[in-house]
């Protein structure tokens, strides 16, 4: 017998309603975040928005501030280098398994998410842009067929997926970013497990850059401002 999906609870409602405002701009770094005011908001109690508060503090998404307090944590330089090192990292790893393990369905259906990533960035589409970038960097880590590896990069791309809306909201995104994934896409439809590797290293480093050149000088705390 094939269990049904559990749906999502309260909690995971919230979280993921949380973390969208957060991605998306509408909750800006500094945002002070009241369980009162979240709870009328949502239509829940206090107890699922306090566990998804929880959650987005261990996923550094929120911070303590004043007393008791709680407020969208803001992004800082040493920040984003922490988030790309280890995006680096792991998407390198996760295109070269890619290559190795890609199927034909995949290839088709990640193909059409590169074109509906050009397709946003030629009509300068931001939120499309973005939720097909991570759609992209997602369903290669999924080609990888590691489930740990899966489950690994989920709180990075939730961080990732923050940090990219704030580069867009302050000056958008330049073209090399779909050529660099559609070179990525053909090394891994040609299997060539190594080029993979080395071009979504690449790009995640170059990735790094225009964050910071986005977030500007570095200031004495290190913070970008909400918008």
């Known amino acids: ?73 803001p992004l800082d330089r040493e920040f984003v280098s922490h988030l790309y090192d280890l995006r680096e990292l792991l998407d390198g790893y996760a295109a070269r398994l890619a290559a190795e393990r890609r199927t034909e369905a995949w290839l088709e259906d990640i193909s059409g998410v590169v074109r509906m990533g050009e397709q946003a960035f030629a009509e300068r589409a931001f939120a499309r842009m973005i939720s097909a970038d991570v759609e992209f960097h997602r ?19 939730r961080n990732v997926q923050r940090v990219m809306g704030e580069v867009l909201l302050q000056g958008g995104s330049p073209a090399w970013v779909w050529e660099d994934h559609a070179a990525i896409l053909d090394a891994i439809t040609r299997g060539d497990a190594a080029h993979a590797e080395e071009l979504a290293r690449r790009h995640a480093a170059h990735g790094e850059q225009l964050i910071l050149d986005a977030m500007g000088p570095a200031q004495d705390d290190d913070r970008v401002a909400g918008g």
Do not use: K
């Open 139 to 157: 369903g290669v880590v999924e080609a990888s067929g590691n489930p740990l590896l899966v489950e690994s990069t989920a709180v990075m791309w």
């Open 1 to 73: 017998m094939t269990a049904l999906p559990t749906p999502p609870s309260r909690t995971e409602q919230v979280f993921d309603a949380i973390v969208d405002d957060i991605c998306t701009g509408r909750l800006t770094p500094g945002t002070p975040l009241r369980q009162e005011q979240l709870a009328e908001r949502f239509n829940v109690s206090r107890q699922p928005v306090q566990q998804a508060l929880l959650l987005l503090r261990n996923q550094g998404l929120v911070r303590e501030f004043g007393r008791r307090g709680l407020e969208v944590a």
